[in-house]
């Protein structure tokens, strides 16, 4: 479990794209630089054809950087909203508990299964109020 993302990276949590921002010009046959946003002053501005992404147009997919918190080491934390579900899985000689996670800025389709007990140590004010689903299911190998 990983706390800090980046872009680029394909973690599970990272956002795969950022934007939409506008091509300024072409630079060469597959190379296009970008207007960025001051807050990503850091960043070169020029880039290959396939880190972009056409934008579509739907506004609902549009993560602004404000709302994100983009640090200057161009990364952020992803910050946990609501446990969706437990479960426990049977190992060999013990049992796991997951908790199904709803993050910030995420799709509750993107919702990731965490390890419960690395969740209460990073995230205590998650469990506080005792709501954590127990329609988990027990698997046994």
């Known amino acids: 479990m990983k706390g ?7 973690e599970k949590l990272s956002p795969r794209y950022i934007g939409p921002y506008r091509i300024s010009k072409r ?3 597959v190379t296009y630089e970008l207007e960025l946003p001051q807050e990503l002053a850091v960043v070169r501005p020029v880039f290959h054809i396939s880190m ?3 934008c ?25 909203v609501q446990i ?14 997951s908790i199904k996670v ?5 799709f509750v389709e993107e919702a990731t299964w965490e390890a419960e007990e690395d969740m209460k140590k990073r995230y205590p004010h998650l ?6 689903p127990d329609q988990g299911t027990k698997f046994s190998s």
């Open 4 to 10: 800090v993302m980046r872009f680029g990276k394909k």
């Open 84 to 97: 969706l579900d437990r479960q426990v899985r049977r190992l060999r000689t013990k049992e796991v508990a």
């Open 52 to 54: 972009l992404k056409k």
């Open 127 to 132: 469990f506080e109020t005792g709501e954590i």
């Open 27 to 29: 630079i060469g046959n």
């Open 102 to 106: 709803l993050w910030r800025n995420q």
């Open 56 to 80: 579509m147009g739907n506004p609902s997919l549009i993560i602004p950087t404000e709302v994100i918190g983009i640090k200057d080491s161009l990364s952020y934390e992803e910050i946990p």
